[in-house]
Nanobody, 123 residues
């Protein structure tokens, strides 16, 4: 079993920054691809960003491109999401997820999920 634990959420003013962290208990063939999703109140999960462990290939949702950066530390089994120039519409619970499909952008592409961390951006 793979466990994912997020941290780093909180309350920040618009224009501010936060860095989310995701600790991965172990890496397997089913965790080749690491992603961040978010869920705002009364909305579905939304893809935010993803990265592969091997070569660090990344992809972003258009809504965060240029503001958010996903990275990984293979030695520590950690994945990060640096969020800059935050907007009130970024307010959501952010989830770390792991899956086998290297270009997966949908929730169904990910097998393992963390419990989520709340990010609130005030205007």
């Amino acid at each position: 079993q793979v466990q994912l634990v997020e941290s780093g959420g909180g309350l920040v003013q618009a224009g501010g920054s936060l860095r989310l962290s995701c600790a991965v208990s172990r890496r397997t063939l089913s965790t080749n691809n690491m992603g961040w999703f978010r869920q705002a109140p009364e909305k579905d999960h939304e893809f935010v960003a993803r990265i592969t462990w091997n070569v660090g290939l990344t992809a972003y949702a258009d809504s965060v491109k240029g503001r958010f950066t996903i990275s990984r530390d293979s030695a520590k089994n950690m994945v990060y999401l640096q969020m800059n120039r935050l907007k009130p519409e970024d307010t959501a619970v952010y989830f770390c997820a792991a899956g086998k499909l290297l270009n997966g952008n949908s929730r169904a592409d990910y097998l393992y999920w963390g419990q989520g961390t709340q990010v609130t951006v005030s205007s």
